[in-house]
C-alpha cells in the first residue's frame, strides 16, 4: 500500500456519460497530480492541485475538470465521455517542499463501451 | 520542448544476466530524473532519483542508474536481472518550473527468460 488511495479500481460506463474518480493523497502531502496512462499516448500529465489551489495544466480535454477539497483529497471528473478516454488514470502525491517525492496510487482502469 | 526517450520498446534478459535500459532527455535546465517501475495492473514504484550531487544513484531492487549530461543519458543498470524483474520501466523528468510535472519516457518492457 502506497499511502495514495484511488477508488474506484474499476469503472465501465458508457459513451456520453460522466463518471468522477477519486484520489486521496498520503499523509501530509499537499500536492497531487493527475494522470492518464493510455497504449497510444503513454503516461500524460493531466492536472496539479496544491493545496486545494490548481497549479499546473497539461494536456487536459476541456470535458475533463478536476479540483482538491479542503481534507485535500482529489477529484477528476470526466464528461461527455468517449472511446477514446478508456485508460489507467493515476494520481500521485507529493509531499511540502520540492522534494519530488511522488507516491503513486495504484490507479483507476477506466473502460468507456 | 522537454521530452523523455527510451529507445527500446521491449528487452529480453536471462535471469542472472546484467540489464542495462537507456534514457535519453531533452530538457533547457538541470534535470530532476526519475526511474519507475509497473507491474501489470499496478501503479508506479519509484526505483531511484537524481537531482544532483553523485551521478551514479543506487536504488532499491539493487539498481543504480548513472547521470551523464554531455550525453543527457540517465540510463539504468542492473548487474543481475531476477526473474520477478520483469515488469515495465518508464524514465521521467521532472519540470521543477512548471509545478513539477512528470514528463515520461514511452516505457521498456523488460522480459526474463529463466
Known amino acids: 500500500d502506497s499511502g495514495v488511495t484511488q477508488t474506484p479500481k474499476h469503472l465501465i460506463t458508457a459513451t456520453g456519460q460522466r463518471v468522477t474518480l477519486r484520489c486521496s493523497p498520503r499523509s501530509g502531502d499537499l500536492s497531487v497530480y493527475w494522470y492518464q496512462q493510455s497504449l497510444d499516448q503513454g503516461l500524460q500529465f493531466l492536472i496539479q492541485y496544491y493545496n486545494g489551489e490548481e497549479r499546473a495544466k497539461g494536456n487536459i480535454l476541456e470535458r475533463f475538470s478536476a479540483q482538491q477539497f479542503p481534507d485535500l483529497h482529489s477529484e477528476l471528473n470526466l464528461s461527455s465521455l468517449e472511446l477514446g478516454d478508456s485508460a489507467l488514470y493515476f494520481c500521485?502525491?507529493?509531499?511540502?517542499?520540492?522534494?519530488?517525492?511522488?507516491?503513486f496510487g495504484s490507479g483507476t482502469r477506466l473502460t468507456v463501451v | 520542448a522537454q521530452s523523455v526517450t527510451q529507445p527500446d520498446i521491449h528487452i529480453t534478459v536471462s535471469e542472472g544476466a546484467s540489464l542495462e535500459l537507456r534514457c535519453n532527455y531533452s530538457y533547457g535546465a538541470t534535470p530532476y530524473l526519475f526511474w519507475y517501475v509497473q507491474s501489470p495492473g499496478q501503479g508506479l514504484q519509484l526505483l531511484l532519483k537524481?537531482?544532483?550531487?553523485?551521478?551514479l544513484v543506487q536504488g532499491i531492487k539493487g539498481f543504480e542508474a548513472e547521470f551523464k549530461r554531455s550525453q543527457s543519458s540517465f540510463n539504468l543498470r542492473k548487474p543481475s536481472v531476477h526473474w520477478s524483474d520483469a515488469a515495465e520501466y518508464f524514465c521521467?523528468?521532472?519540470?521543477?518550473?512548471?509545478?513539477?510535472?512528470?514528463?515520461f519516457g514511452q516505457g521498456t518492457e523488460l522480459s526474463v527468460k529463466p
Open positions: 537524481y537531482f544532483s550531487g553523485d551521478t
Open positions: 500521485a502525491s507529493t509531499p511540502p517542499g520540492f522534494n519530488y517525492g511522488y507516491t
Open positions: 521521467a523528468v521532472g519540470l521543477y518550473n512548471q509545478g513539477g510535472k512528470l514528463i
